[in-house]
């Protein structure tokens, strides 16, 4: 029920802007956020916005350069990432939780997980 899409390979200093189409029931009524997992890394909180886009929150190495907001009428929720880095290289997962309306860094609170979409940083 979320589908990711926009990743790709850039340069350093480059921008990526990431999509996660969501049903409507999901995307109205949950906390969406993404994650990434570089390999032989655990997956990692990268940033969440909340119900209706009420309030956002981001991991410290990304806040000031990604930036996650939704389009109500497509269901749709991104993340804009600008100044990427190499170590910004990683699949990255689109994710939705129910429950109170407040962040969550822990991935076992999200119950929807998209397939994740590849994104990769050369220096």
């Known amino acids: 029920q979320l589908v990711e899409s926009g990743g790709g390979s850039v340069q350093a200093g480059g921008s990526l802007k990431l999509s996660c189409a969501a049903s409507g029931r999901i995307f109205r009524g949950y906390v969406m956020a993404w994650f990434r997992q570089a390999p032989g890394k655990e997956r990692e909180f990268v940033a969440a916005i909340g119900r209706s886009g009420s309030w956002t929150g981001y991991e410290d190495s990304v806040r000031g350069r990604f930036a996650i907001f939704g389009d109500n009428a497509a269901n749709t929720v991104y993340l804009q990432m600008n100044d990427l880095k190499p170590e910004d290289t990683a699949v990255y997962y689109c994710?939705?939780?129910?429950?109170?309306?407040?962040?969550?860094?822990?991935?076992?609170?999200?119950?929807?997980w998209g397939q994740g979409t590849q994104v990769t940083v050369s220096s």
């Open positions: 994710a939705g939780r129910g429950g109170m309306d407040v962040s969550s860094k822990q991935a076992s609170d999200y119950s929807y």
